[in-house]
């Protein structure tokens, strides 16, 4: 099975700073890894699809790159509505696993 | 719009057995595979099983592997999970959730405890 890990854990920003999060997989996933983003008590919302395609819908903030082991999201500039928590997955090969997120909040 | 919801969630105790259901509207629900995702309190996000669009194939987390059963109806565009043998480590909300690869859409959960 494939294993996903993310840095930082967790981390503390301010309103109007530039937010990177590192996914890494365990092996090769080429570009078949996706974001998401969790605020409290609800369902999960598609953010970035393929490495860096951005999901319809999603600001232009948001920003995927990377590929084969190493990923990032990024957030250009940090908006009050972005506090929440950020997976990453890979839908390379079952199963589908998460990363075990990376919490954002405010400093 | 695209919609799923869950049901069939609750308390249930160890050993026994629930089904879940998640109904879907808005959208071909035969033309995509259907996955579970599940998120036990206060932790992270564990992909359950994906089954596709036709039924033909299913795939399941080693963690639930041979306990849990993902279904479809096609013709009422439903989805099941059949969870047996369950474990106190099962407690979680379970989302239904579309997609191929990315999960594009998700429901709003169903929580179900395992407890005695």
């Known amino acids: 099975d494939i294993q996903m890990t993310q840095s930082p854990s967790s981390l503390s920003a301010s309103v109007g700073d530039r937010v990177t999060i590192t996914c890494r997989a365990s092996?090769?996933?080429?570009?078949?890894l996706n974001w998401y983003q969790q605020k409290p008590g609800k369902a999960p919302k598609l953010l970035i699809y393929?490495?860096?395609s951005l999901q319809s819908g999603v600001p232009s903030k948001f920003s995927g790159s990377g590929s084969g082991t190493d990923f990032t999201l990024t957030i250009s500039s940090l908006q009050p509505e972005d506090f929440a928590t950020y997976y990453c997955?890979?839908?390379?090969?079952?199963?589908?696993?998460f990363g075990p997120g990376t919490k954002v909040d405010i400093k | 719009q695209v919609q799923l919801v869950e049901s069939g969630g609750g308390v249930v105790q160890p050993g026994r057995s629930l089904r879940l259901s998640c109904a879907a509207s808005g959208f071909t629900f035969s033309s995509y595979a259907m996955h579970w995702v599940r998120q036990a309190p206060g932790k992270g996000l564990e992909w359950v099983a994906v089954?596709?669009?036709?039924?033909?194939?299913?795939y399941y987390a080693d963690s639930v592997k041979g306990r849990f059963t993902i279904s479809r109806d096609n013709s009422k565009n439903t989805l099941f999970l059949q969870m047996n043998s369950l474990r106190a480590e099962d407690t979680a909300v379970f989302f239904c959730?579309?997609?191929?690869?990315?999960?594009?859409?998700w429901g709003q959960g169903t929580l179900v405890t395992v407890s005695s």
């Open positions: 089954i596709s669009y036709d039924g033909s194939k299913k």
């Open positions: 393929g490495a860096s």
């Open positions: 959730a579309r997609g191929i690869g990315e999960i594009d859409y």
């Open positions: 092996q090769s996933i080429s570009s078949y």
């Open positions: 997955q890979q839908s390379y090969s079952t199963p589908f696993t």
